[in-house]
């Protein structure tokens, strides 16, 4: 077990939904990451926050967003879904922004129909 | 644009033998290379990291080659067995700002 969690850990919703996907970090962790992972891709990297900041963006649509509470939870919300949204969505902590561990959750997965 | 390149895509290897997995990347300001292993229906899991002022790092079966000048680094898995069945991915980050490989299907048949 990571310490980080992730919910809910399946999702299935229609395209045109918007949807919430809910990250809890490991205890202590300041920085939270969001990546993509489709089926035939490797880990995209979605957006960073730091202690509530954002912090560093990879390829996020303008269709998502995120942002990490004063309590460093983190929520990555998806909107007008379609149909290539479907994949596992990761979310990870570490301690710092400097280089050290990050910590995966076991992911959402998102079905979009 | 991809700023690590991971080959191969998939590879399979017999079980006792070495299996070699290799990154690419593009950004000199990288200042840190990790490994991560993923199995099925779990997150990835830190395996090996290596920071560029050393060249090689060895953990147990596991290995990192890292060629600062080349902008290359590689996993060696020794006398690799079924568990170490797996996706790989390779990562380069700064500031924990990392981005990964697309990663590799490693397969060890008995």
């Known amino acids: 077990d990571s310490g980080v969690t992730q919910t809910p850990k399946h999702l299935i919703t229609a395209t045109g939904q918007r949807v919430t996907l809910r990250c809890s970090p490991r205890?202590?962790?300041?920085?939270v990451y969001w990546y993509q992972q489709s089926l035939d891709q490797g880990l995209q990297f979605l957006i960073q926050?730091?202690?509530?900041?954002?912090?560093a963006k990879g390829n996020i649509l303008e269709r998502f967003s995120a942002q990490q509470f004063p309590d460093l939870h983190s929520e990555l919300n998806l909107s007008s879904l379609e149909l290539g949204d479907s994949a596992l969505y990761f979310c990870?902590?570490?301690?710092?922004?400097?280089?050290?561990?990050?910590?995966f959750g076991q992911g959402t997965r998102l079905t979009v129909v | 644009q991809q700023q690590v390149k991971q080959s191969p895509q998939s590879l399979i290897v017999q079980k006792g033998g070495i299996s070699i997995i290799n990154c690419a990347y593009e950004?000199?300001?990288?200042?840190?290379f990790p490994w991560y292993q993923q199995f099925p229906g779990k997150g990835p899991a830190l395996l090996i990291a290596?920071?560029?002022?050393?060249s090689e790092k060895k953990e147990g079966r596991f290995t990192i080659s890292f060629n600062k000048s080349a902008k290359q680094f590689s996993l060696h898995i020794m006398d690799s067995q079924p568990g170490d069945s797996a996706t790989y991915f390779c990562?380069?980050?700064?500031?924990?700002?990392?981005?990964f490989g697309a990663g590799t299907r490693l397969t060890v048949k008995p």
């Open positions: 990870a902590s570490s301690a710092t922004t400097g280089n050290t561990e990050a910590f």
């Open positions: 205890s202590g962790d300041l920085s």
């Open positions: 290596i920071r560029p002022d050393v």
């Open positions: 950004n000199t300001a990288f200042d840190y």
């Open positions: 990562a380069a980050s700064r500031n924990n700002d990392m981005r």
């Open positions: 926050y730091y202690n509530g900041e954002e912090r």
